[in-house]
């Protein structure tokens, strides 16, 4: 104890019992600025996701030269591809059916589904299973490229995709719902639309 002190001899004992008060003051304001900047950055990054909800993302496959995109929703994996057991008096679209992810399901070449020429997918290329509402559904591609997100509306068809004027020898235009300008993440493909490809390919 200092004598000398004027506040007397609880002097002490008086700023001692005052420090964790301050203390305990100065915590609470630093969690409450702690809690607030949380608040604001969760906002930020809700406001973000928001923003990201906007686009729409697609698994771009190459069949040949030419480049799809399958909306990722409707997609329930990607696997090798595998041999078929041919299906009598199927369309030519129809490769067969094969055992994917222990299930029996119609293996459609895309390609030929489209009209497009050529020899069909590759021997070793893949397997995109679809999420479908009634049959088990697989397209063959030559291969998966991978996810690529685009703004919400691709670029219109045109009315060159008009559904009632199909091309001959396959749906072709029919069964597209726009396309990824070249400037897009991952490059142009052309946008399908699954449900319209399989009801016309799937009779």
């Known amino acids: ?18 420090m964790p008060i301050r ?5 609470a304001e630093r969690a409450r600025a702690l809690r607030a900047a949380r608040t604001e950055a969760l906002a930020r990054r809700g406001l973000g996701r928001a923003e990201a909800g ?11 030269a030419e480049r799809y995109g399958l909306p ?3 997609a329930a994996g990607v696997l090798p591809m595998r041999p078929c057991t041919p299906v009598p008096g199927a369309v030519p679209a129809l490769l067969g059916l094969a055992a994917v992810s222990g299930r029996i ?6 390609a030929r589904a489209l009209g497009r020429p050529g020899p069909g997918a590759a021997p070793g290329g893949h397997l995109v299973a679809l999420r ?11 291969r998966v490229i991978g996810v690529v997100e685009i703004d919400a509306e691709p670029a219109s068809a045109g009315p060159e995709a008009d559904p009632s004027h199909p091309p001959s020898g396959g749906m072709g235009a029919a069964a597209v719902s726009g396309y990824a ?3 897009s993440e991952g490059g142009d493909f052309v946008v ?3 449900p319209r490809l399989l009801r016309r390919a799937l009779p």
């Open 181 to 183: 300008p070249a400037g």
């Open 192 to 194: 399908l639309d699954l």
């Open 23 to 27: 203390t305990a003051n100065e915590t």
């Open 105 to 110: 399901v119609s293996v459609l070449d895309l």
């Open 72 to 74: 990722l929703a409707e």
């Open 132 to 142: 479908t509402g009634t049959v088990p559904v697989a397209l063959a591609v030559d």
């Open 1 to 18: 104890m200092n004598e000398g002190d004027p506040r007397g001899p609880g002097a002490v004992r008086e700023s001692a019992g005052t």
């Open 54 to 64: 906007a686009r729409r993302a697609y698994l771009v496959c190459a069949c040949g």
